[in-house]
């Protein structure tokens, strides 16, 4: 419920709607990039013009709203800001109050080691780790769900180590994804797709076999 949500950040990101209405945390995960991304850019690559994996995500959640033909269905992606340069929505928090990532942030520590460091949170999912991405938020204003109970996120890194090993890589290390396998994982990213998210955004057009005139 967008209430959830709302209920755990200052005013100025709230998002407008009653605190009944339905919504949706749309995530990736490490089979997207075979499974979407790959047959998108086949099918679409003419079309290509920003960045694959975004238009390839607002593809498929326009289907989506395609397939509620009688209700409003508002979509925020990760990527959107406001004129004020804040995130139209903050993706980790969402995913948190849903139950799909618990989200780890540096109160999750009881002893803190970073002093007057600036320590950013991560999410981390149950089965997939660091090996996912939160992509958009779906609602449904004309749906209000009063009844609905909220669901706690898996903590599945519980020990106060293990959650200084996880800031500490994901903060201090993030390039080297150490911090993705935090946890055993079912699946994580193929070669192929590491490649891609390794390589900067404007060379990622060649690995995908799109031309220069494409882009």
């Known amino acids: 419920k967008v209430g959830w949500y709302n209920a755990v950040l200052q005013p100025a990101f709230h998002l407008p709607y009653p605190d009944d209405t339905l919504a949706f945390v749309v995530l990736s995960t490490p089979s997207m990039f075979e499974k979407a991304l790959k047959p998108f850019v086949n099918k679409e690559w003419l079309k290509i013009i920003r960045d694959p994996v975004d238009q390839c995500v607002s593809h498929h959640l326009s289907r989506v709203k395609e397939k509620f033909p009688d209700q409003k269905v508002d979509v925020i992606f990760d990527y959107e800001i ?91 290390h993030w390039q080297d994804g150490r911090y993705r396998d935090i946890i055993e994982v079912k699946e994580r990213y193929s070669e192929e797709q590491k490649a891609y998210f390794a390589t900067p955004p404007a060379e990622r057009f060649k690995l995908l076999g799109l031309t220069q005139e494409a882009q």
């Open 82 to 172: 406001l004129p004020s340069r804040k995130p139209k929505f903050l993706a980790q928090t969402a995913a948190h109050v849903a139950g799909a990532t618990y989200y780890y942030q540096r109160k999750d520590v009881e002893l803190d080691p970073w002093g007057k460091k600036k320590i950013y949170g991560v999410c981390i999912h149950p089965k997939y780790g660091g090996w996912f991405a939160i992509r958009g938020l779906l609602l449904f204003p004309d749906i209000q769900v009063p009844f609905l109970e909220q669901s706690a996120p898996v903590d599945c890194v519980s020990t106060q180590e293990k959650r200084i090993e996880l800031l500490e890589q994901f903060n201090f």
